[in-house]
C-alpha cells in the first residue's frame, strides 16, 4: 500500500515552454501533498505544500507563478512548471502525506521526474 | 526553523558488517523522525521512521535509536548487503507544520 505515481518520469522540452507534471496517490487519499527538488548529489529541497481544495504554500525563494500547484482532488496533484529554462533542469520528486492516527502524516515519494530544458 | 545535520556524507562498509548512520536536530519540538533509501534515479523510499514517544525501533537488519535530550537520531543497518548501496538520507518533522527537513544525505557502499 502507499504507493504514489508520477507521470511522467522523464521529460525534455525547448526553453520558454511550459511542462506539466502529475503525481498521484494510488491507494489512499492525500489531503496534503508536497513538490521537491533535487539537484544532482544534493538533499531535498522542498518547494511547495499543496493542500486538496485551498491555494498551495511556497517556500521561500520558490516562484509561485513559475510552478504553479494544482491540487483538484484528494488523490491528484499537478506541477506545472512555466516558461522553462535550462537551470530549471532537475529531478522533482512529490510525496503525499499518509495521515495515521492523528500523527504526523508519513510521507509516501513518488518516484520523480527528470526534467531537461534544452 | 528546523536544521538537521547528517554525518558521514559518505560510508564504506565490506558486505556483512554494521553501517552507522547519525543525525542531529535543532528543533526540540521535533517529534517525528524518517528514514528514507534513494535509489539512483529513482524517488526515495520509506524504510523506518521512528515518534518522540519511543527511543527505539527495529525492522529485520534496519533499526533507529532516538535520544531526545541530545536531540540525534540514529540509523543502524547489520548485516549489510550490496544492494544496501544507496543514499540514505534522515528527516524531521514536527506534527504541527507537516513538513519534512532532510539530511544531506550518505551515500552508503556495500563492498562484496
Known amino acids: 500500500g502507499a504507493v504514489v505515481s508520477q507521470h511522467p518520469s522523464r521529460v525534455i522540452c525547448k526553453s520558454g515552454t511550459s511542462v506539466k507534471i502529475e503525481c498521484r496517490s494510488l491507494?489512499?487519499?492525500?489531503?496534503?501533498m508536497f513538490w521537491y527538488r533535487q539537484f544532482p548529489k544534493q538533499s531535498l529541497m522542498l518547494m511547495a505544500t499543496?493542500?486538496?481544495?485551498?491555494?498551495?504554500?511556497?517556500e521561500q525563494g520558490v516562484e509561485k507563478d513559475k510552478f504553479l500547484i494544482n491540487h483538484a482532488s484528494l488523490t491528484l496533484s499537478t506541477l506545472t512548471v512555466t516558461s522553462a529554462h535550462p537551470e530549471d533542469s532537475s529531478f522533482y520528486i512529490c510525496?503525499?502525506?499518509?495521515?495515521?492516527?492523528?500523527?504526523?502524516?508519513?510521507?509516501?515519494f513518488g518516484p520523480g521526474t527528470r526534467l531537461t530544458v534544452l | 526553523g528546523e536544521n538537521v545535520e547528517q554525518h558521514p556524507s559518505t560510508l564504506s562498509v565490506q558486505e556483512g558488517d554494521s553501517a552507522v548512520i547519525k543525525c542531529t536536530y535543532s528543533?526540540?519540538?521535533?517529534?517525528?523522525f524518517p528514514w528514507y533509501k534513494q535509489e539512483l534515479g529513482k524517488g526515495p523510499q520509506l524504510i523506518i521512521d521512528?515518534?518522540?514517544?519511543?527511543g527505539e525501533k527495529k525492522d529485520q537488519r534496519i533499526a533507529v535509536t532516538l535520544n531526545k535530550t541530545a536531540k540525534h537520531f540514529s540509523l543502524h543497518i547489520t548485516e549489510t548487503q550490496p544492494e544496501d548501496s544507496a543514499v540514505y538520507f534522515c528527516?524531521?518533522?514536527?506534527?504541527?507544520?507537516?513538513?519534512?527537513?532532510f539530511g544531506s544525505g550518505t551515500r552508503l557502499l556495500v563492498r562484496p
Open positions: 510525496s503525499a502525506g499518509l495521515a495515521g492516527g492523528g500523527h504526523t502524516d508519513t510521507q509516501y
Open positions: 491507494d489512499f487519499q492525500a489531503t496534503t
Open positions: 499543496s493542500n486538496e481544495g485551498s491555494k498551495a504554500t511556497y
Open positions: 528543533d526540540s519540538a521535533s517529534n517525528y
Open positions: 521512528i515518534r518522540s514517544n519511543v
Open positions: 528527516a524531521a518533522t514536527q506534527d504541527s507544520s507537516y513538513k519534512l527537513i
